[in-house]
């Protein structure tokens, strides 16, 4: 089964963080996606650009329209993803706990669906 983990991040956590401390989360980073890849369960993952780099689309009476920004209103932002595939949503919470993100705001476990939608 595959496992989206969302990491959500915001300008005030990014800011607190020492510099020694933006290379130790960078390095978790690192050795986290290294150990994934040697498992045979990275699938895919990425950081994501500053929110402020962010278009939202939306089409209303087939006329799309673009904003700047996120859509959501929040002080969190997606900041990057692992997509993992893995035995069970536990092993996916194992691995989501071990991102240093998590310490510092929130990391979202999500299962994927397949085309045949059952996972709903």
């Known amino acids: 089964m595959k496992y989206m983990l969302l990491i959500y991040s915001n300008p005030e956590?990014?800011?607190g963080l020492s510099a020694e401390q933006r290379e130790a989360l960078g390095r978790s980073h690192e050795?986290?996606?290294r150990e994934l890849t040697e498992q045979g369960l990275l699938v895919s993952s990425a950081g994501l650009a500053d929110p402020i780099t962010t278009r939202?689309?939306?089409?209303?009476?087939?006329?799309?329209?673009t904003t700047d920004g996120p859509y959501a209103e929040a002080k969190e932002?997606?900041?990057g993803f692992y997509l993992v595939e893995c035995e069970n949503i536990d092993q996916a919470i194992d691995?989501?706990?071990?991102?240093p993100d998590a310490k510092y705001?929130?990391?979202e476990v999500r299962p994927v669906m397949d085309s045949s939608g059952l996972e709903m």
């Open 13 to 15: 956590s990014w800011a």
């Open 31 to 33: 050795e986290l996606s």
């Open 56 to 65: 939202t689309v939306s089409v209303r009476d087939d006329i799309p329209t």
């Open 77 to 79: 932002h997606l900041a």
């Open 95 to 99: 691995y989501a706990a071990r991102m």
């Open 105 to 107: 705001v929130a990391v």
